[in-house]
């Protein structure tokens, strides 16, 4: 299967860790897309990157909050010292060309901080 | 900044009625996006729509883009149990990243 992958499903941290999600596009695919979903709300963007480049960060909070997608290896979301606020599901999508494509979403990573 | 509004927030339908959902931007797009999301699962793509005024149909379901480029909606006729979700619309505009809308969760009754 070569849909796009993200791991863990399920993390949780203890207030002031850190988190790392990570997100495998499917194959052949250069860009990715982070979401943050609440319960009953919509996804909210995060941050879009290439190979090595990021492309728009608009949505990510300044503080804690970083992204990188490196030439080889996964793309990483890393939350750094969580706060209960941070629970959520994040979703990694990928696309093939520029942004108007249709976006293929990961199964997501449910992180809960106690 | 650009907004996306979607009602109903909540759709219960007994199975066999009609299902529409409506999405309305704040700003003109260039394509808008439909997703399906079942309970627990992630988004998934189903169609996007480009021009002014564009209707695709996909078996049982509907969408439709207005002729403004501001609104649209997606119709499902005779629901199935299958069809329970929640359906989020995306709007894209120019460079900006696609917004998407809160949903609309529908559940069907058998």
């Known amino acids: 299967n070569a849909g796009v992958m993200q791991n863990p499903r399920h993390l949780v941290r203890r207030r002031g860790q850190e988190a790392r999600l990570r997100c495998s596009p499917m194959?052949?695919?250069?860009?990715v897309y982070w979401y943050r979903q609440l319960p009953e709300e919509g996804l909210k963007f995060m941050v879009y990157?290439?190979?090595?480049?990021?492309?728009?960060e608009s949505g990510m909070p300044k503080e804690r909050f970083s992204a990188e997608f490196p030439k080889e290896g996964p793309s990483i979301l890393r939350i750094q010292q969580v706060v209960r606020g941070d629970s959520a599901a994040y979703f990694c999508a990928s696309s093939s060309r520029d942004r108007d494509n249709e976006q293929y979403f990961g199964p997501g990573t449910r992180l809960t901080v106690t | 900044g650009q907004q996306v509004m979607q009602i109903p927030q909540y759709q219960h339908v007994q199975e066999g009625e009609d299902f529409t959902t409506y999405c309305n931007s704040s700003?003109?797009?260039?394509?808008i996006q439909w997703y399906k999301q079942r309970p627990g699962g992630h988004p998934v793509f189903l169609i996007q729509?480009?021009?002014?005024?564009e209707v695709k149909k996909q078996k049982r379901l509907t969408f439709q883009f207005g002729e403004a480029k501001k609104n649209s909606s997606l119709h499902i006729t005779a629901t199935q149990t299958t069809d329970v979700g929640t359906y989020f619309c995306a709007g894209k505009r120019g460079n900006t990243p696609l917004v998407f809308g809160k949903g609309t969760r529908l559940s069907v009754i058998a």
């Open positions: 194959k052949g695919h250069s860009h």
């Open positions: 729509l480009v021009k002014s005024g």
């Open positions: 700003t003109t797009l260039s394509n």
């Open positions: 990157l290439q190979k090595e480049n990021i492309i728009d």
